[in-house]
């Protein structure tokens, strides 16, 4: 007996783009595990989701530029796909109330206010704030020396076994800030690579270099993602062309 092939989903009339934070103990969240919560959120919140076609159907959800495991965030994205038009302001209410405290929505915007083009296009950098334990003069030192550097090249474990690559070529800049207990705190500007660069293959570099002691777990915190100005460094609003509701 043949099997019937599935029933084929109509397509999305809308898609809203969320900005997320990652803060406290849940900045340990692995991306698995939110994602889960995630939709379990929109499913408790009756969000008229979009799904895929096939014979397991799941919400169409699109996440671009995660943060590493253990790093907190107020710049994480996503986009989800609706079978109904709403107004992205009762959707913010509606996931914000449906998500546990620490993760929580900052913003939410109708996709076809942006102007067009994908998600991933409109994330080419990130800005992250270091917490570090070292002595600010040792560390002002220490980062002259690594961008003196044209190439500084770290290893790290990846899915497809260990990977040597250059962390400074992702550095647009990095500078020293006031930390709040007479520590060394940095701010660093990353483009976004393949492979990608984390701020902690930056810290990895850094230490190769000069052997600085940043601490045992350095709070890695990332304020700002997406479009990168070249010219200035800084990193854009990947929302600045529309507003929440």
């Given at each position: 007996m043949s099997r019937q092939p599935p029933e084929q989903q109509?397509?999305?009339v809308q898609r809203l783009r969320v900005r997320y934070a ?198 890695l915190t990332r304020t700002e993602q997406g479009p990168l ?17």
């Amino acid at each position: 007996m043949s099997r019937q092939p599935p029933e084929q989903q109509a397509p999305p009339v809308q898609r809203l783009r969320v900005r997320y934070a990652k803060r406290g103990r849940l900045r340990f969240t692995s991306h698995r595990d939110f994602s889960r919560a995630f939709e379990r959120a929109v499913f408790r919140a009756r969000v008229p989701m979009a799904y895929s076609s096939g014979f397991n159907p799941h919400p169409r959800i699109s996440y671009a530029g995660a943060a590493p495991t253990g790093s907190a965030s107020e710049a994480e994205f996503l986009e989800i796909a609706l079978a109904e038009v709403v107004d992205p302001a009762d959707v913010h209410a509606q996931l914000e109330e449906a998500l546990p405290d620490g993760l929580d929505v900052v913003a939410v915007v109708d996709a076809a206010t942006l102007g067009g083009g994908s998600l991933a296009d409109g994330l080419q950098a990130s800005r992250w704030r270091i917490d570090t334990t070292a002595p600010p003069d040792e560390a002002r030192a220490a980062v002259g020396t690594f961008l003196a550097e044209e190439s500084v090249l770290v290893e790290r474990m990846t899915k497809k076994g260990l990977r040597e690559f250059d962390c400074r070529a992702a550095v647009v800049s990095l500078e020293m800030l006031d930390g709040p207990t007479g520590a060394a705190s940095l701010d660093l500007v990353l483009r976004h690579t393949v492979p990608a660069v984390r701020p902690d293959d930056v810290l990895t570099g850094v230490r190769r270099l000069t052997d600085l002691d940043t601490g045992r777990a350095p709070l890695l915190t990332r304020t700002e993602q997406g479009p990168l100005d070249e010219e200035r460094g800084t990193v854009g609003d990947p929302f600045a062309t529309a507003t929440d509701g």
